[in-house]
């Protein structure tokens, strides 16, 4: 595990891929899945999220299976020779009182809750992972995806129906999708006027995400404040509701089709934030995390 440094500047790096796929015309994170599931890391099942949810499924391996140097010897296996490792990106947090002594998170928690001075500090850290096919001698069983599409339609309705706090949803205006903010409410066309059952699902949970953002929800300044098109608070807003239906799309295994009319404009929008500001990304994985989190009603330490 390293510690970010002058050296190696890790959000320019993410950053510098990110845009590079944009410029490609791709967009990586619309498609976050596999025929063998979400990116994880073998040795523990852990399935990557955020900023490393979106990097690790848009590798060019079939299979996005990952372990560390130090798993594939505990498993018995080893590295194939000229493997190339993959970086996985994390925050080490450390926490400090008032008089910068060092404190641990239950410390600082209820110091928090006392109204007393607590420092967070932290550091961006990323440690190297090889995907399996340039690991030898470890077997692993495949699981694989062969869903129907009434099952994928079924776990759909399951995530909308089981959101917590959720919005109002209507069908008062069946011209377009939208989340009005000021009413609280999710207004979605007929399912029958989409091409196909799965963009339907994809458009709902866009606006889902948006409604996460209402003040008593996630409070996100792209909801709760005015925002102009184009500018960079609609621009990280648009992104988080976007990355974040990703997210959910990843969790029933359907491919994130283009949504937003006028693509073109928002793809400029978001490079020319991207190339402005190194940090942008990493904020918006984060929050689109905490939106997809929510409309699952999944809670992180």
Not at 140 to 168: D, F, Q, V
Not at 209 to 226: D, F, S, Y
Not at 255 to 261: A, N, R, S, V
Request: glycine share 6%; aromatic share 12%; with cysteine.
């Amino acid at each position: 595990m390293t510690k970010v440094s002058e050296k190696l500047d890790l959000y320019q790096k993410v950053t510098d891929r990110i845009i590079n796929h944009l410029e490609n015309g791709e967009i990586p994170w619309r498609k976050t899945w596999s025929s063998y599931g979400l990116a994880r890391n073998l040795a523990t099942n852990h399935v990557y999220t955020g900023i490393n949810l979106v990097l690790m499924n848009c590798l060019p391996y079939p299979i996005p299976y990952y372990m560390s140097f130090k798993q594939v010897q505990e498993k018995g296996g080893r590295v194939k020779q000229g493997a190339k490792a993959e970086l996985v990106f994390f925050y080490n947090i450390t926490f400090k009182d008032g008089a910068d002594n060092n404190i641990s998170k239950e410390e600082a928690d209820r110091m928090q809750k006392q109204g007393q001075e607590v420092k967070v500090y932290k550091y961006l850290k990323y440690y190297n992972v090889f995907n399996i096919q340039h690991i030898e001698g470890i077997e692993y069983e495949s699981p694989g995806i062969t869903l129907k599409p009434h099952e994928k339609l079924e776990r759909c309705e399951n995530i909308i129906l089981n959101m917590p706090n959720a919005p109002e949803m209507i069908n008062q205006d069946l011209s377009q999708a939208y989340y009005n903010k000021v009413h609280d409410f999710v207004n979605m066309p007929e399912i029958g006027q989409f091409q196909t059952p799965e963009e339907y699902y994809i458009t709902f949970f866009h606006e889902l995400a948006h409604a996460t953002g209402h003040q008593k929800r996630l409070n996100r300044p792209g909801i709760v404040e005015a925002a102009k098109f184009g500018d960079k608070t609609y621009s990280e807003e648009e992104l988080i509701a976007e990355m974040a239906a990703s997210f959910l799309s990843a969790q029933v295994s359907i491919d994130f089709d283009p949504i937003i009319e006028n693509a073109a404009a928002y793809l400029q929008g978001w490079l020319k934030v991207l190339k402005e500001d190194k940090m942008f990304i990493f904020k918006v994985a984060a929050e689109a995390q905490k939106a997809a989190d929510y409309v699952l009603g999944v809670k992180r330490d």
